[in-house]
């Protein structure tokens, strides 16, 4: 299905900054009812130093690197076959508003289920900050699963 010599390949890495405007906005849609996600002054009297970022976010900002189809385009698949499966997060460190963050994408794994009706691809992303110590591993399985064919029983 797929070429498997691209497992272990990094991606494009890339950097962003966290914005407070953006946290405020994922803080209402996901209905954060604690006010450090979403009231500076309660951010920084609970000890931190801007609005700190939600686990989840770390997803968000994930999608701004250059091209959020890589992953795709490189094994040639259709994104409109594309299911989500799995998310997990290792955590290093909070990360706050008005941090830069660098991104930096690996497709760590790639195998087939059903007689390769489902395939598996699963990539690994580090996020570091402006001095290179780590604040959060990502790790990101997507299903793909293969159209079966017209007139094959």
Not at 52 to 67: A, I, Q, R, Y
Not at 82 to 110: I, N, S, Y
């Amino acid at each position: 299905m797929w070429d498997t010599r691209l497992k272990g390949a990094e991606l494009t890495p890339f950097s962003v900054e966290v914005e407070r405007g953006r946290l405020l906005a994922f803080a209402k849609a996901t209905g954060q009812d604690n006010p450090v996600y979403f009231d500076e002054m309660a951010a920084r009297a609970a000890g931190h130093p801007s609005l700190p970022v939600p686990p989840t976010f770390f997803f968000c900002l994930e999608m701004d690197g250059p091209n959020p189809m890589e992953i795709y385009e490189r094994l040639g698949i259709d994104y409109a076959h594309v299911l989500h499966g799995e998310q997990h997060f290792v955590f290093h460190r909070m990360a706050f508003a008005g941090e830069v963050l660098c991104f930096k994408p690996r497709l760590a794994d790639l195998y087939e289920k059903k007689g390769g009706a489902l395939g598996f691809l699963v990539w690994e992303t580090r996020v570091e900050d402006s001095a290179g110590a780590a604040v959060a591993d990502l790790r990101t399985v997507m299903v793909v699963r293969q159209p079966k064919q017209r007139g094959l029983a």
